[in-house]
């Protein structure tokens, strides 16, 4: 199981590595510019080679927690939030202007289930009192803190409110989401790594 951890914090920080590389490259405004234009400039290919290694990294830690006897649902809801991450990458977004295609529609859903799915992971793992249990909860709130952020401008110009992402910290508010659910994956991997810690087979059963 060690090694599936391993190579799992391995897929995640080559993804963490690649996301900053790409926003350093690209000189976009984080405060205001989603990630998902970040697709559009010339080292784009980082988005979706740092999106399949989050998943990748989600599958391997799923697998180490089915492995321990977690519980299933824990496990499937990091399934989702890796096959979620996959589809983000594989489907990129519409340039800024352009009217909905099927590959944004994807892109927007699979970003949402996935925003939405983590912290659901998180906050199971939290109520079994796992190791890291209370960082692990404060990370699964801020990120459906920062998501409830994230959706309330597309509610408004849903309203025929126009609302861009000039007017708004739109970038800011998805990347918190984005760090935080990171973190409750890193999280359920290093709970699981100390053999003098409590199995998560007994907590979650």
């Not at 090694?3 to 995640?12: E, P, Q, R, Y």
């Not at 089915?66 to 979620?84: D, E, F, I, K, Y």
């Amino acid at each position: 199981m060690k090694g599936l951890l391993v190579s799992g914090f391995t897929a995640i920080g080559t993804g963490t590595g690649a996301m900053l590389t790409l926003h350093a490259e690209a000189g976009l405004d984080p405060l205001h510019s989603v990630i998902s234009e970040y697709a559009f400039q010339a080292s784009g290919w980082l988005l979706p080679a740092s999106l399949t290694l989050f998943a990748v990294g989600s599958g391997l830690i799923a697998e180490a927690l089915r492995r321990s006897g977690a519980n299933r649902w824990v496990v499937a809801l990091l399934l989702a939030w890796g096959a979620s991450m996959f589809l983000i990458g594989a489907f990129p977004t519409d340039r800024p202007g352009v009217p909905l295609s099927l590959s944004g529609g994807i892109h927007r859903y699979a970003a949402f289930a996935a925003f939405l799915v983590m912290p659901a992971a998180g906050f199971l793992l939290a109520k079994a009192r796992i190791r890291y249990a209370t960082a692990m909860r404060v990370l699964s709130g801020v990120a459906l803190g920062a998501l409830l952020l994230v959706v309330v401008p597309y509610v408004v110009r849903m309203f025929g409110i126009p609302l861009s992402n000039d007017d708004i910290p739109a970038g800011l508010t998805q990347r918190v989401v984005v760090a935080t659910e990171v973190g409750v994956l890193a999280l359920a991997g290093l709970s699981m790594l100390r053999p003098a810690a409590r199995r998560v087979s007994a907590v979650l059963a």
